[in-house]
């Protein structure tokens, strides 16, 4: 993107990678947004070595060289994945009318902050349009012929650059305050649904169901320390839609060992090349899903049985 034309406020949140924080850091100061949001979490406790990765991380950030607004809401003690990112985030969208949302392990193309900034304007007013994504997984299934088929051919059907969906994907996402007031911690109308399987009916397979009821119910009794789920969930509540770039935009650089969630450096959906998007922008026909996709994307990672 040109010099300082970046106008979305963007949120960036780390923890104790320097390393992948400071990749990270480099593509948003291309970028040179006119306003940044610092989220940091403080060391845990029993582990030394972590104030020492904690403040070299901060340091990362505190290289802003470009005219940028700079707010942070630096934790001195440790609050988690869960409480950190959700108060985080509650306290930026509180700030901030609509955000780019970056965590330090997830790498953005250069044309991500652009597509972001672009559809955000474009959705601002749409109610049902509730989360924008630049993660694309399809080059994992690329190669498997049948599946390759289909997206070729959804892809020439559509001719769009990016794609409506159910899910909200947060490897580099973006969303609105609006939106976001749906997020709740809490989960209450999971925890007092009579029937929980109504909640999910949205869910046509019924394993993919199954691991998302089991999901949940993990989520609401704190045993998964996450705050994305919520953020799916509310989105799943009320019909909303994620726009998806049909080309990656994040690669997930964080997979390791010391990792929170992402454990495993030979996962399939590790450090996925980045793809880029052109400009400008081929928007979709209208607000539909593409069933499709989200048909594979259950299949690969929400353990949806595979269509005959």
């Not at 940044?36 to 340091?59: K, M, N, Q, T």
């Not at 599946?147 to 973006?174: C, E, N």
């Not at 999971?190 to 993990?218: G, K």
Request: aromatic fraction near 10%; glycine fraction near 6%; charge should be neutral.
């Amino acid at each position: 993107m040109p010099e300082s034309s970046l106008r979305t406020p963007v949120v960036l949140a780390i923890f104790n990678r320097p390393d992948t924080t400071l990749q990270v850091f480099e593509r948003v100061r291309s970028a040179r947004p006119e306003r940044l949001l610092v989220i940091a979490d403080g060391p845990r406790p029993g582990r030394p070595e972590e104030y020492r990765l904690c403040e070299e991380a901060r340091a990362v950030v505190e290289r802003v060289d470009w005219p940028c607004d700079v707010s942070a809401e630096l934790s001195a003690v440790n609050l988690g994945c869960r409480r950190r990112l959700s108060s985080g985030l509650n306290w930026a969208f509180g700030l901030v009318e609509e955000a780019i949302v970056l965590e330090d392990d997830c790498l953005p193309h250069p044309s991500f902050f652009r597509y972001c900034e672009e559809l955000l304007q474009r959705y601002r007013d749409e109610e049902r349009v509730m989360h924008i994504s630049g993660d694309n997984f399809e080059s994992i299934w690329r190669g498997r012929d049948p599946l390759t088929r289909v997206s070729r051919s959804v892809r020439r059907r559509l001719g769009a650059s990016y794609y409506f969906s159910r899910y909200a994907h947060v490897w580099g996402w973006a969303s609105w305050r609006r939106a976001w007031r749906h997020w709740e911690e809490g989960m209450s109308a999971w925890i007092e649904a009579d029937d929980r399987e109504t909640l999910l009916a949205v869910l046509s397979d019924p394993s993919e169901r199954r691991f998302w009821a089991e999901t949940m119910d993990r989520v609401a009794d704190g045993e998964l320390d996450s705050w994305a789920y919520q953020w799916t969930f509310a989105c799943l509540l009320r019909g909303g839609l994620g726009a998806m770039p049909r080309r990656n935009l994040i690669s997930n650089i964080g997979f390791e060992k010391g990792a929170l969630h992402t454990t495993d450096p030979a996962n399939p959906f590790a450090a996925l090349p980045l793809e880029g998007v052109s400009f400008p922008l081929r928007h979709p026909r209208s607000l539909s899903r593409d069933e499709r996709t989200d048909a594979r994307i259950a299949q690969l990672a929400f353990g949806a049985s595979p269509r005959s």
